[in-house]
């Protein structure tokens, strides 16, 4: 029996203290190495300050690593994937089975995160958290691309009638993600991608972001798949009357997650948990992953050091999503489709960061005179 199968069977006594043992152990990001890498910055072939957001960067991922000179290749994407009850009330432009028929496009290496993570040279890993087919039989055809299978079950229930899952279920799918992530870093990844697909995940994700960002439904809805007009204000009704039944603890991430999340945004709470314990960065793709990292912030603060935000989504709750985190987004090119997308185009900036570090000249080193 592997570890993610007895916990399953586990007390949610049990599992809370397993998902508390891994919490207690995220501690904040090094700013005596943050401060080193800054002094050091400053001694390379540049006027001071003259790359701008790049030195920023390589500063926060020095703080991150505890290494001067930090390393963030290779680069793991890590795609969770379930099914969302409220998908059957119609919040989303497509049909519950689309998720697991993307699912077979990202093992086909068809994707758009498979096209980007080609790019960058990275494995993508796809998590069954919760799909509501039977993936067993299921193998992928992209060299590059693997499949895990921990569903915990098929798809979340409807939260318009009762808790999208029980407590147990929530922990041991953040358990699921903190074992995926320490696994890929053990396979040598140096940074964390997370992606999600689901369809229905945009509803739970506002819900979410609502509760934890004090913001209203309206503020944080957007139109996910690309619904508008009267099925926006639609999806938007049928939020506020989830929150209004389960009433979540706003300040319990947990029970937030619990009552109105999905499996997938448990999942990347879990590896965004992961990458925080092992000191590598998580590089946060949109509107979902940010719910997840809000779940993630709840739980314990220091986890927000160790996140990099990819770029800017569309999903107008994005942008409440990352000023409650504090962070800038890398890129802003309007995009919404998800599966880790985003961050992937953003990577090659982390990487330029951690090149840029490593292998300029010094003043010293090129021979060329400093300013006075």
Same mark, same amino acid.
């Given at each position: 029996?592997?570890?993610?199968?007895?916990?399953?069977?586990?007390?949610?006594?049990?599992?809370?203290?397993?998902?508390?043992?891994?919490?207690?152990? #995220?501690?904040?990001?090094?700013? &005596?190495?943050?401060? !080193? /890498?800054?002094?050091?910055? =400053? *001694?390379? $072939?540049?006027?001071?300050?003259?790359?701008?957001?790049?030195?920023?960067?390589?500063?926060?991922?020095?703080?991150?690593?505890?290494?001067?000179?930090?390393?963030?290749?290779?680069?793991?994407?890590?795609?969770?994937?379930?099914?969302?009850?409220?998908?059957?009330?119609?919040?989303?432009?497509?049909?519950?089975?689309?998720?697991?028929?993307?699912?077979?496009?990202?093992?086909?290496?068809?994707?758009?995160?498979?096209?980007?993570?080609?790019?960058?040279?990275?494995?993508?890993? #796809?998590?069954?958290?919760?799909? &509501?087919?039977?993936? !067993? /039989?299921?193998?992928?055809? =992209? *060299?590059? $691309?693997?499949?895990?299978?921990?569903?915990?079950?098929?798809?979340?229930?409807?939260?318009?009638?009762?808790?999208?899952?029980?407590?147990?279920?929530?922990?041991?799918?953040?358990?699921?993600?903190?074992?995926?992530?320490?696994?890929?870093?053990?396979?040598?990844?140096?940074?964390?991608?997370?992606?999600?697909?689901?369809?229905?995940?945009?509803?739970?994700?506002?819900?979410?972001?609502?509760?934890?960002?004090?913001?209203?439904?309206?503020?944080?809805?957007?139109?996910?798949?690309?619904?508008?007009?009267?099925?926006?204000?639609?999806?938007?009704?049928?939020?506020?009357?989830?929150?209004?039944?389960?009433?979540?603890?706003?300040?319990?991430?947990?029970?937030?997650?619990?009552?109105?999340?999905?499996?997938?945004?448990?999942?990347?709470?879990?590896?965004?948990?992961?990458?925080?314990?092992?000191?590598?960065?998580?590089?946060?793709?949109?509107?979902?992953?940010?719910?997840?990292?809000?779940?993630?912030?709840?739980?314990?603060?220091?986890?927000?050091?160790?996140?990099?935000?990819?770029?800017?989504?569309?999903?107008?709750?994005?942008?409440?999503?990352?000023?409650?985190?504090?962070?800038?987004?890398?890129?802003?090119?309007?995009?919404?489709?998800?599966?880790?997308?985003?961050?992937?185009?953003?990577?090659?900036?982390?990487?330029?960061?951690?090149?840029?570090?490593?292998?300029?000249?010094?003043?010293?080193?090129?021979?060329?005179?400093?300013?006075?």
């Amino acid at each position: 029996m592997s570890s993610i199968e007895e916990e399953s069977t586990a007390t949610e006594a049990e599992l809370t203290r397993q998902l508390n043992n891994w919490l207690e152990r #995220v501690e904040p990001t090094d700013d &005596a190495v943050r401060s !080193e /890498a800054l002094a050091y910055i =400053d *001694t390379l $072939t540049k006027p001071p300050g003259s790359l701008g957001g790049i030195e920023q960067l390589v500063v926060d991922l020095a703080g991150i690593t505890r290494e001067v000179k930090p390393k963030v290749s290779p680069a793991a994407v890590i795609v969770m994937a379930a099914d969302h009850g409220i998908a059957v009330e119609g919040v989303s432009a497509y049909p519950q089975e689309v998720t697991a028929q993307m699912v077979a496009n990202f093992l086909q290496g068809g994707a758009a995160i498979n096209v980007f993570a080609r790019q960058i040279g990275a494995e993508v890993t #796809v998590v069954d958290m919760g799909v &509501a087919a039977n993936l !067993e /039989a299921w193998t992928p055809k =992209d *060299t590059m $691309t693997r499949l895990e299978l921990h569903k915990i079950r098929k798809g979340t229930a409807n939260m318009l009638s009762e808790a999208a899952m029980t407590r147990s279920e929530a922990i041991t799918a953040i358990l699921v993600g903190v074992e995926i992530a320490e696994n890929a870093i053990k396979r040598g990844a140096k940074c964390i991608i997370p992606g999600e697909m689901g369809i229905g995940n945009t509803t739970s994700s506002s819900a979410i972001v609502a509760l934890l960002s004090g913001h209203s439904v309206e503020a944080v809805t957007g139109p996910g798949t690309g619904i508008e007009g009267e099925r926006l204000l639609f999806k938007q009704r049928l939020i506020e009357k989830a929150i209004a039944l389960h009433l979540p603890d706003q300040k319990d991430g947990l029970d937030v997650l619990m009552k109105v999340g999905g499996l997938e945004i448990a999942g990347i709470t879990g590896l965004i948990i992961g990458a925080a314990v092992y000191r590598i960065p998580v590089l946060l793709d949109g509107f979902i992953c940010g719910a997840a990292a809000l779940v993630a912030r709840s739980l314990n603060l220091y986890t927000v050091d160790y996140m990099v935000a990819g770029h800017l989504s569309l999903e107008p709750g994005h942008r409440i999503v990352l000023e409650v985190l504090g962070k800038k987004p890398l890129l802003q090119l309007q995009l919404r489709l998800g599966e880790g997308s985003g961050a992937a185009l953003a990577y090659p900036l982390l990487e330029a960061a951690s090149r840029m570090i490593s292998e300029m000249a010094t003043f010293q080193s090129a021979g060329i005179s400093d300013s006075n």
